[in-house]
């Protein structure tokens, strides 16, 4: 074969996975590259879970609903009730 045949990528492809396969280093390169790419894979998929939990922790702990407003506005209704509800009171021993 002629170096200009190597140049062609289908026999480019062939002689570097021949060298691979044919190789111990190359194998050895090609399965620690595989288990580190699968740890570092498992490692962000936890990560990615681990902040979607806790987003989601926190939107339960906050108590907000789907439209984006809190229900803990509660005590705050209840304190305007009680501060209404004494003028009217007031206004209506008066008259």
Same mark, same amino acid.
């Given at each position: 074969?002629?170096?200009?045949?190597?140049?062609?990528?289908?026999?480019?492809?062939?002689?570097?996975?021949?060298?691979?396969?044919?190789?111990?280093?190359?194998?050895?390169?090609?399965?620690? $590259? =595989?288990?580190?790419? &699968?740890?570092?894979?498992?490692?962000?998929?936890?990560?990615?879970?681990?902040? @979607?939990?806790?987003? /989601?922790?926190?939107?339960?702990?906050?108590?907000?609903? $789907? =439209?984006?407003?809190? &229900?803990?506005?509660?005590?705050?209704?209840?304190?305007?009730?009680?501060?209404? @509800?004494?003028?009217? /009171?007031?206004?209506?021993?008066?008259?």
């Amino acid at each position: 074969m002629a170096f200009d045949d190597y140049l062609e990528p289908e026999v480019a492809i062939t002689a570097a996975v021949a060298a691979a396969v044919f190789s111990p280093r190359a194998r050895k390169l090609i399965r620690r $590259g =595989a288990v580190y790419g &699968v740890a570092g894979a498992l490692i962000a998929s936890d990560a990615v879970v681990s902040f @979607a939990k806790s987003i /989601g922790q926190g939107f339960q702990l906050s108590g907000t609903n $789907g =439209a984006g407003t809190s &229900v803990s506005h509660e005590p705050q209704q209840q304190t305007h009730k009680h501060e209404h @509800a004494s003028p009217v /009171g007031s206004a209506g021993g008066q008259g």
